[in-house]
């Protein structure tokens, strides 16, 4: 009896560990050979302003660049990929022609001020917390769905990078 002790609780802890396993945050070895998205935000547009503002951050665990093309939305008459540059000391707001690169094991990270993306003419009314549906296109024909949240004009974004906090929201292998 005394030397079926271990096993049998060694037997209860095998689960309880593997239960509190699945709810940590994602580790970039969890998706080390995929594409993913995660932190997608649409950030209200103010009152007399057009268009929405949104970020997200895309994880690239290839060892190869992923290209990304386009983003679309059900919700959008047009989704365009923006970045800011700086020309003579200047910031300018840029449409991004072609396609964005993003290199292997590594993030881009879509922020004010930066890379972002822009969405007008919407085609329903919008509302904080509501919940709209992004398809990101990439050059090898690969389409990833995601989920954004609908945020009010002036709030602050979710600053966090991939495996921070809620994990992915849509992935796929290239």
Do not use: C
């Not at 994880?59 to 700086?86: C, D, H, T």
């Not at 990270?109 to 919407?122: A, E, K, N, S």
């Not at 609908?150 to 602050?156: E, I, M, N, R």
Request: charged residues 20%; negative net charge; without cysteine.
């Amino acid at each position: 009896m005394m030397r079926l002790l271990p096993t049998f609780v060694l037997g209860l802890l095998v689960p309880i560990a593997a239960a509190h396993a699945t709810e940590r945050a994602p580790s970039h070895k969890a998706a080390s050979d995929e594409l993913s998205v995660e932190h997608a935000e649409i950030v209200l547009p103010t009152i007399g302003r057009a268009s929405a503002a949104g970020y997200l951050v895309v994880w690239n665990g290839k060892r190869l660049q992923a290209n990304l093309v386009s983003v679309e939305s059900p919700a959008f008459e047009s989704v365009a990929i923006y970045k800011m540059e700086q020309d003579g000391g200047i910031a300018r707001k840029r449409r991004v022609e072609g396609i964005l690169p993003i290199p292997g094991n590594a993030e881009l990270l879509m922020r004010p001020g930066g890379v972002h993306l822009l969405l007008t003419q919407p085609k329903e009314a919008l509302s904080s917390g509501d919940a709209v549906e992004l398809t990101l296109v990439f050059d090898s024909g690969k389409r990833i769905a995601a989920t954004a949240t609908l945020l009010d004009a002036g709030t602050s974004v979710t600053d966090h990078h991939h495996g921070n906090g809620d994990g992915a929201q849509g992935s796929g292998r290239l």
